[in-house]
């Protein structure tokens, strides 16, 4: 009796460790490979969307709109991405907000920045995103862009 009820609870566990890993994929430098789009489902069509690609050879660029906003390194260690890059303090500037209205004046001037991200929910062609750069924390959602 014991060794079936064994059986039956290996079984389950099985069957829900299957169906975990199906709700939710591991991130991983493959999957990241392409160009994201910062937003919902529309966010790879409008016209001022930030994108960002991410290179199999470890490089990024982002855009917004035709503007390139940064370039670097990325590396990826199972849900932590580490970002490397030369942007300006310019493109932090939240146009929604005024708390961060101080970072325009930086316009024309680059620097070298650090951020790190934790990515989870990732689906197919989607993700979310927490990440810190200095003193700021920001999440995002990313869609897929084909």
Sequence with gaps: MRKRISGV????????G???TAWSLEPT?????????????DACGAATTEHITFAPDGTFTTVSGDKPTAAGFWHLVEDNLD?????????????????DDALS???GQYDY???KALLFDAEQDS????????NMLRG???RRCP
């Design 127 to 134: 993700f979310r995103a927490v990440a810190t750069l200095g």
């Design 83 to 99: 970002l490397h890059m030369v942007t300006s303090p310019a493109f932090f500037d939240d146009p929604a907000s005024a708390a």
């Design 113 to 115: 920045f650090y951020a």
């Design 29 to 41: 430098e493959d999957y990241l490979a392409g160009t994201w789009g910062v937003g919902g489902a």
């Design 140 to 142: 995002a959602n990313y």
């Design 18 to 20: 299957v169906a975990s």
């Design 105 to 107: 004046g930086f316009a």
């Design 9 to 16: 609870l290996a079984a389950l566990a099985c069957a829900v």
